[in-house]
């Protein structure tokens, strides 16, 4: 079915609905064949291939439809197409639902259902996927150590211990043990997520002898930065006379170096995901070689920076 006839379809249900009589039998199985429809486009929970859901899988999806359901029946009279587009209106009502339902015992559930596989299944890697993608949408990671450092550098390597956790996650869930954490299994995730992010933070720790800090290279064209030092560091690695920043390559992906990279993040203001489906690398893969490269050419920027000055 094209995108058009998607959209009609969508439109046609809520249309209908919102003709029906709020609380009647009419307007309930309107509403309930527009969830349906809302729900095609899901972003977990999805059967693989022909397979019925897992237990936990049919539990989240269940949950998350009876919310969508309840929150519709009172919502749908004031959808007003002017303010959002109805693809909009619905995907976020559906996150908002996920986002409630999707409570600590079912992430648990989910994982000991991963668990219940031989490694390298089909079956074990399908649900170690819709766990990790559950975990990001349930907005349970915390944010540890916010506020110690500058803003902008806190999110990259943010970012970047989310991803290497969930990376973990995936490679490591047989070492979760259910018992300890008080049984929360939040609480192994986030205090990897810790550990994580204090590691990656003190990697790119600088020396007191050197008072310019890797954020100041990577947090290039914020206000904190003046815009001089913005210009020559991007006029020196989009040029690169040495021709280092365009040799500096991911393994077997010849067009991911990092001159590549570095302008498209932070030239072009791509997110990590667009750069990963443009170059069809994982997130992960990108943000590390990325921080590796910052803290291996910090010297040499910084220096190329002095003799500018």
Not at 74 to 80: A, F, H, K, P
Not at 103 to 120: C, F, G, I, S
Not at 195 to 206: G, N
């Amino acid at each position: 079915m094209s995108n058009t006839s998607q959209k009609n379809e969508l439109l046609n249900l809520l249309l209908d609905a919102k003709q029906t009589v709020p609380g009647s039998i009419e307007r309930r199985q309107t509403v309930t064949k527009l969830v349906d429809r809302i729900l095609r486009s899901r972003p977990i929970c999805r059967p693989l291939k022909d397979q019925p859901l897992s237990n936990a899988c049919q539990d989240i999806y269940q949950a998350a439809r009876q919310q969508i359901l309840g929150t519709l029946y009172s919502d749908i009279d004031c959808y007003n197409p002017e303010n959002e587009s109805l693809r909009q209106w619905a995907n976020i009502r559906m996150r908002e639902a996920f986002q409630e339902i999707l409570t600590d015992n079912r992430l648990k559930q989910l994982a000991l259902e991963a668990k219940q596989y031989q490694t390298q299944t089909q079956q074990r890697q399908y649900l170690l996927t819709e766990l990790v993608n559950a975990i990001q949408l349930s907005r349970r990671l915390i944010r540890p150590h916010r506020g110690e450092l500058n803003s902008d550098f806190y999110n990259i390597i943010y970012d970047d211990a989310v991803n290497r956790t969930l990376l973990y996650v995936f490679q490591k869930i047989d070492l979760y043990d259910p018992e300890r954490g008080n049984g929360v299994f939040m609480n192994w995730v986030n205090f990897r997520l810790d550990r994580t992010l204090r590691d990656i933070r003190a990697s790119y720790q600088i020396t007191q002898d050197e008072p310019i800090a890797i954020e100041e290279i990577d947090n290039l064209g914020t206000t904190e930065v003046a815009p001089t030092t913005f210009e020559i560091i991007m006029h020196y690695i989009e040029r690169d006379p040495d021709e280092i920043f365009q040799r500096e390559l991911i393994q077997k992906y010849p067009n991911a170096s990092f001159q590549a990279i570095f302008l498209a993040k932070r030239i072009q203001g791509k997110s990590w995901k667009e750069i990963s489906q443009d170059l069809g690398i994982p997130v992960t893969t990108l943000s590390s070689f990325y921080w590796r490269c910052i803290q291996r050419f910090a010297p040499k920027i910084r220096q190329y920076v002095q003799d500018c000055a």
